[in-house]
């Protein structure tokens, strides 16, 4: 958005029953007043330009991230989840009367609701949202506040709580050794489980960066909040 010189006048000294100052210019979003000619003016405003929109910086960071690791990732999660389910049903109608026949299945069934849950309501969503805000009519700025961010962070938390919950009811399972336990898995199951425990694993510490992320943009906004309320 350009203005005329009136225009600038009447926007920089908005509030003022006069006009105090003249030959005003205008740089980028910016509105003011250069004292001379080796004024190094514009250098504050880029340097104010980049302080102000690492919202923006955080938004693409973000985005990025989600489209190239997360949501791809989720994808592997839920192929791996629906695989383990299968493997796990085949194997135990094998073994009709052991004690994890059902709760092993039901384990996997339930956390692959919980990621496919998560991948369409939260990664994917969050995803379109971020890429929408550069067309939303906000004057060119990310407008993203503490709120916004904790709220996702909270889902996230949320998540990760429950990927917990599962891991360690998987590894108190291969914790069991056959030979002590009448519940205890056989050296294949235990080899199979591991090796789902890691892609899970790997997925949760996508969701953990995310966090780590989310929480260095909320503490910007919070600088940013307080260095306007000194000026």
């Keep these: 958005m350009t203005f005329t010189n009136i225009e600038l006048q009447k926007r920089f000294c908005e509030g003022f029953a006069f006009f105090p100052f003249k030959a005003l210019e205008q740089y980028g979003n910016f509105i003011y007043k250069n004292y001379s000619r080796q004024d190094s003016t514009r250098k504050v405003l880029d340097w104010c330009s980049g302080e102000v929109d690492f919202s ?42 052991h004690p994890l026949r059902k709760k ?93 425990i890691k892609v899970i694993a790997s997925f949760r510490y996508l969701q953990e960066r995310n966090i780590y992320l989310l929480e260095a943009w909320k503490m910007q906004l919070a600088l940013h909040s307080r260095r306007r309320a000194m000026n």
């Design 104 to 196: 092993l299945p039901e384990g996997m069934e339930n956390y692959h609701r919980l990621v496919s849950l998560y991948q369409q309501q939260v990664q994917l969503n969050i995803a379109t949202q971020l890429a929408a805000i550069p067309q939303l009519p906000s004057n060119g700025r990310y407008n993203v506040n503490a709120g916004d961010i904790h709220q996702v962070e909270a889902v996230m938390q949320e998540f990760i709580q429950g990927t917990d919950s599962l891991c360690a009811f998987l590894k108190d399972c291969i914790g069991k050794k056959k030979r002590t336990a009448p519940e205890g898995l056989a050296a294949g199951d235990i080899t199979y489980l591991l090796s789902v």
């Design 56 to 97: 923006e910086q955080y938004a693409q960071k973000l985005l990025q991230k989600l489209k190239l690791k997360d949501i791809p990732a989720a994808d592997v999660l839920l192929d791996t989840l629906q695989s383990a389910s299968t493997w796990l049903k085949e194997r135990f109608d094998q073994s009709r009367k």
